[in-house]
Structures are given as C-alpha cells and as structure tokens.
C-alpha cells in the first residue's frame, strides 16, 4: 500500500482509489438495473366492476381467448387501430377511426370503454406490456382530446400474450400491433 499526497484531500492510498473505482462500478450497474423496462401493465377496472357483458358483442380479448372466439369478428361499435413497429404514436389514417369511436361514444353517454394495447411477438414480455400500455394512453388521450370524458376510459396492456395471428411474418404481427376498444356498460 503506497500513500499519495492528494493535495487538500489529505493522504490516501492506492488501493482506496481502486475501491473508490469499483463502488461507482457497482452503483452504476445497480442503477441500470433497477432503471430497466420492468413495468407494470396499465390497468383499469375489472368486468366485474365495470359490467360482465359489453354492449353490441363487443367482448374482452381475454375473454374471447376463453371462449375461442379470439380473432372472430366481434362486430362491436368501435374499429380497432393498429401502430408501426415499436411505436405508439396515432396515424394519421387511425385519427379518423378515432374521431369515428369518440362520436359513437358521446352519442351513448352511458357506456364506457377500456381500450386494450397489443404488440406483436417481437421483445420481452416486459417491453411488449409497457409498449401495450403506452398505445392503450395514446388512444385514451386522443379520446379525451375529443371530448370522451376520461372517467368513461380505462387502459389495460396485454403485450403479447393475446396475439390474432400466430404466423411469424410482418403481416401477421401488422395485425397484433393494435389497440382493441370495447365497450363497457
């Protein structure tokens, strides 16, 4: 152990500088840790608390996975949106099915609605869920500029775990990339 004059700082040694070195080595690793994309779905009610039963055969992806009716036409009120790859931003061709979705919505105020974000199979389960969840608020907020009132929309995020198409090529994850509206009593 060799000591070295550090100016106002005193004497200190070699090795504390080397221990110094390899502190900051792990509080840097242990932030990129615990800054890593593990987040939690967004989430609204539960059917139960919202109403077991969609209105027009609008039903949950979960639920039609249940039933194997996942994929059916629903032939509910509301159109789907779907994004671009890693993305969440609103297209230009989906603000028309929204302006569309918010006019049914105001035109029955007494429903509501819980907008589902889907990806495709690409990414961590992780990544896919807060992806999910970032498309499901891009589609709320969109709502809500509108003028749906946000008490009346809930978001859920189902990554990739509910995907309509199982192939593994671009048109078929085209297809996942979406978010799912269904209506609510």
Known sequence: ??????????WVTRGARLA??????????????????????VQGPTASQMGENGIGGNTSSLKDLQNGTLGANSGGPLSDIHFGYNTYNIEPQDGAV??????????????RV????????RGSEDYNLALGAKRAQSAKDYLVTLGVPESRISTISYGKELPLCTEHDED??????????VVQQ
């Open 20 to 41: 110094r070195i390899g502190a900051m080595v792990v509080l840097v690793g242990a932030l990129a840790a615990g800054c890593s994309s593990k987040s939690k779905p």
């Open 98 to 111: 929204l302006k569309a979705n918010a006019s049914w919505l105001q035109a029955h105020p007494q429903t």
């Open 1 to 10: 152990m060799t000591l070295l004059q550090r100016g106002r700082g005193g």
């Open 114 to 121: 819980q907008v589902e974000g889907h990806c495709d199979e």
């Open 172 to 181: 078929c994850w085209a297809q996942n990339r979406r978010d799912h509206f």
